[in-house]
């Protein structure tokens, strides 16, 4: 079992739970008639890099971990109390980092699809999927998607996302969208090949800036006349913000020259011409009617009553490939023109010393990818040089080597280096409040990660050396900052799961080192979950598939970063160490190609001191009994 990667059905045609086999596209175990030329091996997923899954309608402990909001596991992650709000960092991870700088307001974009989170499918028969969610008190979540093949190479799809949920405590009120829309054509031939998808995608929360003084004095001492979290007191009673964006990608691609015979016996072959089209708009708004001198300091009285930001990047990238014995594989050639424009429509503050309205500008970019495989190994690299001295110049370079043997482990190693400008918000921002105006020329930020990792039938792990300067963070005061010495960061993650009769203890742990720059960059130095969990099949002729166990979760005590709801992003703070162990119980089953959960959160949070905190005066969620179900339909 493997928790560092997204779960795929293997090769064999099953999972296997305890010695239970467990895919119910399996013959014998789907109530689909298919024909004798289709399998579960039809119901295809493609990544956007191309990499192949399959539709898994299997229950495993590695589907509990992902029964979230998000949809993944976020180990690394410290939830909010109610879904749909944002998380604190319990680590970091730097292999998904962007070739330019973002929008920011990094806070609102945990759930937010990038261009890389985005799926095509190829299918034989229109295939469905829904998740649903009960919320914290009211609410839910459902995401659904369906798709289906008008011919063997044209597929269509389309997701959505919805989210509308109500807090505990005051003022956290959610309510998110997420539209997905694809699709993925190839000519008979493959001499053409064609993708896009459209997102529209929006965040918006009610802010309440965390509890008064007073209401943690209560929360903390369990005063039984504060049980009821709506009683008690926050910092702001009438802010929200919102985060919208939508974005077009196409990509298409022909082939000049097509052959069938290996690379071994030509010079080159499929050579082939494309090209790529992203156009994306993001913005970001604070609303507040009544002014909180308290929380975010002295205001401009005439000043705009919102802080909306927009970001519109464009780019267009032609690229060449070609396999070629010469480099053992498949090269890339690139370049790529890229426009963007960030800012606001007005001087929002008139206090303020800003100039500029907006961040403008546009590059011309040159790179490569190459991807080989030579026996056992497989070889791939992503570079791209941005010249130039404006705010997208820059470098990036990821390689990685992977050596896989058989069916019994794979390892990989892997390099990334990283020159951009840090995100746009820390270099221009606006507000009525007068600390929050402010106008950078910051330098790039460099990164250096090297990786290693090993995934096996005993052990997974991994372990990731980072080195970072010019950081740029948040200060105590909430304005952006650079590092002046270099970040030097360990990261060591490993699994490892126990299994006896019809029980298992899956254990995960976490170490973190920051040997330098650990007063900016703050993450605690252990995290553990270790669930033990029960799994067999009830009932005559194991119609139902039970999972059922529980889970414990604990990590060591530091200083989180602060919650700022003006900014949407974290900040440092040092009053206040934040470190607790969770209990959470769950009961799963599946019957045919439903999985049904049931979770309790927090089960032991009625006996326990009341120290848990999801960001200082944030609190995390008491006891929640919540009940959901992926239900999956292959018509």
């Given at each position: 079992?493997?928790?560092?990667?997204?779960?795929?059905?293997?090769?064999?045609?099953?999972?296997?739970?305890?010695?239970?086999?467990?895919?119910?596209?399996?013959?014998?175990?789907?109530?689909?008639?298919?024909?004798?030329?289709?399998?579960?091996?039809?119901?295809?997923?493609?990544?956007?890099?191309?990499?192949?899954?399959?539709?898994?309608?299997?229950?495993?402990?590695?589907?509990?971990?992902?029964?979230?909001?998000?949809?993944?596991?976020?180990?690394?992650?410290?939830?909010?109390?109610?879904?749909?709000?944002?998380?604190?960092?319990?680590?970091?991870?730097?292999?998904?980092?962007?070739?330019?700088?973002?929008?920011?307001?990094?806070a609102k974009q945990f759930s937010y699809f990038d261009i890389e989170d985005i799926d095509y499918?190829?299918?034989?028969?229109?295939?469905?999927?829904?998740?649903?969610?009960?919320?914290?008190?009211?609410?839910?979540?459902?995401?659904?998607?369906?798709?289906?093949?008008?011919?063997?190479?044209?597929?269509?799809?389309?997701?959505?996302?919805?989210?509308?949920?109500?807090?505990?405590?005051?003022?956290?009120?959610?309510?998110?969208?997420?539209?997905?829309?694809?699709?993925?054509?190839?000519?008979?031939?493959?001499?053409?090949?064609?993708?896009?998808?459209?997102?529209?995608?929006?965040?918006?929360?009610?802010?309440?800036?965390?509890?008064?003084?007073?209401?943690?004095?209560?929360?903390?001492?369990?005063?039984?006349?504060?049980?009821?979290?709506?009683?008690?007191?926050?910092?702001?009673?009438?802010?929200?913000?919102?985060?919208?964006?939508?974005?077009?990608?196409?990509?298409?691609?022909?082939?000049?020259?097509?052959?069938?015979?290996?690379?071994?016996?030509?010079?080159?072959?499929?050579?082939?011409?494309?090209?790529?089209?992203?156009?994306?708009?993001?913005?970001?708004?604070?609303?507040?009617?009544?002014?909180?001198?308290?929380?975010?300091?002295?205001?401009?009285?005439?000043?705009?009553?919102?802080?909306?930001?927009?970001?519109?990047?464009?780019?267009?990238?032609?690229?060449?490939?070609?396999?070629?014995?010469?480099?053992?594989?498949?090269?890339?050639?690139?370049?790529?023109?890229?426009?963007?424009?960030?800012?606001?429509?007005?001087?929002?503050?008139?206090?303020?010393?800003?100039?500029?309205?907006?961040?403008?500008?546009?590059?011309?970019?040159?790179?490569?990818?190459?991807?080989?495989?030579?026996?056992?190994?497989?070889?791939?690299?992503?570079?791209?040089?941005?010249?130039?001295?404006?705010?997208?110049?820059?470098?990036?370079?990821?390689?990685?080597?992977?050596?896989?043997?058989?069916?019994?482990?794979?390892?990989?190693?892997?390099?990334?280096?990283?020159?951009?400008?840090?995100?746009?918000?820390?270099?221009?921002?606006?507000?009525?409040?007068?600390?929050?105006?402010?106008?950078?020329?910051?330098?790039?930020?460099?990164?250096?990660?090297?990786?290693?990792?090993?995934?096996?039938?005993?052990?997974?792990?991994?372990?990731?050396?980072?080195?970072?300067?010019?950081?740029?963070?948040?200060?105590?005061?909430?304005?952006?900052?650079?590092?002046?010495?270099?970040?030097?960061?360990?990261?060591?993650?490993?699994?490892?799961?126990?299994?006896?009769?019809?029980?298992?203890?899956?254990?995960?742990?976490?170490?973190?080192?920051?040997?330098?720059?650990?007063?900016?960059?703050?993450?605690?130095?252990?995290?553990?979950?270790?669930?033990?969990?029960?799994?067999?099949?009830?009932?005559?002729?194991?119609?139902?598939?039970?999972?059922?166990?529980?889970?414990?979760?604990?990590?060591?005590?530091?200083?989180?970063?602060?919650?700022?709801?003006?900014?949407?992003?974290?900040?440092?703070?040092?009053?206040?160490?934040?470190?607790?162990?969770?209990?959470?119980?769950?009961?799963?089953?599946?019957?045919?190609?439903?999985?049904?959960?049931?979770?309790?959160?927090?089960?032991?949070?009625?006996?326990?001191?009341?120290?848990?905190?999801?960001?200082?005066?944030?609190?995390?969620?008491?006891?929640?009994?919540?009940?959901?179900?992926?239900?999956?339909?292959?018509?």
């Open positions: 079992m493997n928790t560092f990667s997204q779960r795929s059905i293997s090769e064999s045609g099953f999972n296997n739970v305890n010695g239970i086999e467990n895919d119910s596209l399996m013959p014998g175990r789907t109530t689909v008639e298919l024909s004798g030329k289709t399998t579960y091996t039809d119901y295809k997923v493609f990544s956007h890099k191309g990499d192949t899954t399959y539709i898994d309608t299997t229950l495993s402990i590695l589907k509990e971990y992902k029964f979230n909001y998000l949809r993944k596991d976020n180990f690394d992650l410290l939830e909010f109390h109610n879904q749909g709000q944002t998380f604190n960092n319990l680590g970091y991870s730097f292999d998904h980092l962007k070739q330019f700088p973002d929008i920011g307001f990094t499918y190829e299918v034989p028969t229109p295939t469905t999927e829904i998740m649903y969610r009960t919320g914290l008190q009211q609410g839910q979540v459902v995401d659904a998607l369906f798709t289906l093949n008008f011919s063997k190479r044209l597929n269509v799809s389309a997701s959505y996302k919805g989210l509308r949920s109500l807090g505990a405590y005051r003022r956290s009120l959610v309510s998110n969208g997420n539209f997905r829309g694809t699709f993925k054509y190839t000519t008979k031939e493959n001499q053409y090949e064609i993708k896009g998808h459209l997102a529209n995608q929006d965040f918006y929360n009610e802010e309440s800036g965390g509890l008064t003084t007073s209401a943690l004095e209560n929360f903390m001492s369990d005063n039984p006349d504060f049980q009821s979290r709506e009683r008690l007191d926050v910092n702001l009673t009438d802010a929200e913000n919102q985060f919208d964006s939508n974005r077009t990608y196409l990509e298409h691609s022909f082939k000049l020259i097509s052959s069938k015979d290996s690379v071994n016996n030509k010079d080159f072959s499929n050579l082939k011409v494309g090209h790529i089209f992203t156009n994306e708009k993001k913005s970001y708004n604070f609303t507040q009617k009544t002014a909180t001198d308290a929380i975010f300091g002295p205001i401009n009285p005439t000043g705009a009553t919102d802080n909306k930001a927009t970001n519109k990047i464009t780019s267009n990238e032609i690229n060449l490939e070609f396999n070629s014995k010469y480099v053992l594989g498949k090269f890339k050639a690139k370049a790529n023109y890229a426009s963007y424009s960030y800012g606001y429509d007005t001087i929002l503050n008139t206090t303020s010393t800003i100039k500029n309205l907006k961040l403008e500008g546009s590059a011309v970019s040159f790179g490569a990818d190459w991807n080989a495989k030579i026996k056992n190994f497989q070889l791939n690299a992503d570079a791209s040089i941005t010249p130039g001295s404006g705010r997208l110049s820059g470098n990036y370079l990821k390689g990685e080597a992977v050596y896989k043997s058989d069916s019994l482990f794979t390892v990989k190693g892997s390099l990334l280096i990283s020159s951009k400008s840090s995100n746009f918000n820390t270099l221009l921002h606006q507000s009525k409040y007068d600390d929050y105006n402010w106008e950078n020329d910051f330098s790039n930020v460099n990164t250096r990660d090297l990786g290693f990792s090993l995934s096996s039938r005993w052990i997974n792990a991994a372990l990731n050396f980072t080195n970072i300067d010019n950081y740029t963070y948040f200060n105590e005061n909430n304005a952006p900052q650079q590092f002046e010495d270099q970040i030097t960061y360990l990261k060591l993650k490993v699994n490892r799961e126990f299994k006896f009769w019809k029980l298992a203890l899956d254990n995960t742990i976490m170490y973190q080192n920051v040997s330098s720059g650990s007063s900016v960059f703050r993450v605690p130095e252990l995290v553990t979950r270790n669930t033990f969990y029960y799994a067999d099949y009830w009932f005559k002729g194991k119609p139902m598939l039970v999972n059922m166990g529980v889970t414990f979760k604990y990590f060591t005590k530091y200083a989180a970063n602060a919650y700022n709801p003006l900014l949407a992003e974290f900040t440092l703070q040092n009053n206040q160490q934040i470190g607790f162990p969770t209990f959470d119980v769950f009961f799963n089953a599946q019957v045919r190609r439903t999985r049904m959960y049931i979770k309790v959160d927090n089960v032991t949070s009625s006996i326990s001191n009341k120290n848990y905190f999801s960001a200082p005066n944030y609190p995390y969620r008491d006891f929640t009994v919540r009940f959901g179900l992926v239900w999956n339909w292959f018509i």
